[in-house]
């Protein structure tokens, strides 16, 4: 009789161990889930982390490239001393092919910036609003870095004078 | 007569069926308890091996994508000390590039309206370049319907003078470049 009571005892206190055991790996469990969760939204900033470095690679592949693009621009649009010749001839000719004859045209060579000579052409010519307008035009519409810096514009009682500032970039 | 038996044992006698059934249901609990419990157990180590593996491996990526970062920033700022002067002055001849004297004149066309003359235009490329003009009106509403249009421009009217014949204004404002 003692015996069997024991084992009884025996077992009951098992049980109360073992349950006691899955009660806390329940705790456990759901304590490590919180703490997974919080190491899964470190992951996701990590998502955007790798956002920000996809951002950061594309600009240092723009700034990387950049002595490149520099050199391209030059290239592209910054004149030679050949090809400023050849412009300086371009501006006659499509000053005269608008009816537009300058009575003299200053060149002021300026100094230099980063090997790029900024050159300034001043000239004054007259004629109707409509030719003025049509070599203003051509000049914007060429790709070479020359720009008017101003255009000073006086009407007469036919005729347009127009005053014109054109700055023009030699590479060196 | 009736027979009297006596019970000589020294402990009380047990139910054997029901003494094992008890032990039964005791084992049975505490098999099925101790199941759930390594139930439990193994299920979080499975997810701690597959978390353990994805995390390991996010944690390498994120150390080698710091140290590139820290480097790319560094690389970065020694090229923009570097090459910024001469991307700035690219990019403020492409500015003045971009500028477009044909677009202000369209658009003094459109603004001017019948019976009004410019008298004198100036226009200057540059960032907070302003239009300059000297104009003379028929009549001084004509003025103000051109005033009206400029508003938005940033106007200025520098002058205002009224003779026997015209209206005359100075005044200047400013235009954004339509093509950028």
């Known amino acids: 009789m003692k015996k069997s009571k024991l084992l009884v005892t025996a077992l009951l206190g098992v049980l109360a161990v073992s349950a006691a055991g899955c009660l806390f790996s329940f705790v456990y469990v759901s304590w490590q889930d919180l703490s997974r969760q919080s190491r899964w939204r470190a992951a996701r900033d990590f998502a955007q982390q790798e956002k920000a470095a996809q951002a950061l690679e594309r600009e240092y592949r723009d700034w990387r490239e950049l002595p490149l693009r520099l050199q391209e621009f030059r290239r592209d649009n910054i004149f030679t001393m050949d090809q400023f010749a050849a412009f300086r001839r371009d501006l006659d000719s499509r000053l005269a092919a608008c009816g537009l004859r300058p009575p003299r045209i200053d060149l002021n060579f300026g100094g230099i910036r980063g090997n790029i000579r900024k050159v300034t052409l001043k000239f004054s010519a007259e004629g109707s609003y409509r030719d003025v307008k049509k070599f203003i035009h051509g000049m914007e519409t060429k790709t070479k870095m020359h720009y008017f810096s101003s255009v000073h514009l006086t009407p007469g009682a036919e005729t347009v004078k127009g005053a014109f500032l054109l700055e023009v970039y030699l590479g060196e | ?180």
């Open chain 2, 1 to 180: 007569m009736k027979k009297i038996n006596y019970n000589l044992a020294v402990r009380r006698k047990i139910d054997g069926r029901a003494f094992a059934l008890t032990l039964a249901v005791l084992l049975l609990a505490l098999v099925m308890l101790n199941g759930i419990t390594l139930w439990n157990l193994a299920r979080l180590q499975s997810q701690d091996r597959a978390e353990k593996t994805a995390i390991g491996s996010i944690s390498q990526k994120m150390a080698a994508m710091n140290q590139r970062t820290l480097e790319q920033r560094n690389e970065i700022a020694a090229w923009q000390k570097a090459w910024n002067p001469q991307l700035a002055h690219a990019n403020a001849l492409i500015m003045r590039k971009c500028f477009s004297y044909c677009a202000r004149l369209d658009f003094l066309e459109r603004v001017c309206g019948a019976g009004m003359r410019v008298r004198q235009l100036t226009i200057l490329n540059e960032p907070a370049g302003r239009i300059t003009m000297a104009v003379s009106a028929m009549a001084q509403n004509q003025l103000v319907a051109l005033y009206k249009k400029l508003l938005p421009y940033q106007l200025v009217i520098a002058q205002e003078n009224q003779s026997a014949e015209s209206y005359q204004a100075s005044l200047n404002f400013r235009m954004e470049d339509e093509k950028k």
